[in-house]
Nanobody
């Protein structure tokens, strides 16, 4: 079965960095674009990064552009989110999702990122 398992979240101080990982299994990882989303209670889910299946196309919203970098290692079936210069506003549960036919069809359980002094 398709599984996406996020890891790497935790508590960091403002200005710090974290690297999130999403391990994928149960499908041909290299054929799919992947996305990272985040969600805060009371707010809608927000896209934070997109990467195409062959790593040729990357996308970020203005809120994280220049601070976050998405990457993937198809040999390891893993997608990463490098987060630098973290702000308290980045606090959220971060999810990875498989992007299929212009929608996310599988989602991980999420990993908590808390940015606080």
């Amino acid at each position: 079965q398709v599984q996406l398992v996020e890891s790497g979240g935790g508590l960091v101080q403002p200005g710090g960095s974290l690297r999130l990982s999403c391990a994928a299994s149960g499908f041909t990882f290299s054929k799919y674009a992947m996305r990272w989303y985040r969600q805060v209670p009371g707010k809608e889910r927000e896209l934070v990064a997109h990467i195409s299946s062959v790593s040729g196309i990357l996308g970020y919203p203005d809120s994280v552009k220049g601070r976050f970098t998405i990457s993937r290692d198809n040999a390891k079936n893993t997608v990463y989110l490098q987060m630098n210069s973290l702000k308290p506003e980045d606090t959220a549960v971060y999810y990875c999702a498989r992007w299929n036919t212009f929608r996310g069809d599988y989602w991980g359980q999420g990993t908590q990122v808390t940015v606080s002094s």
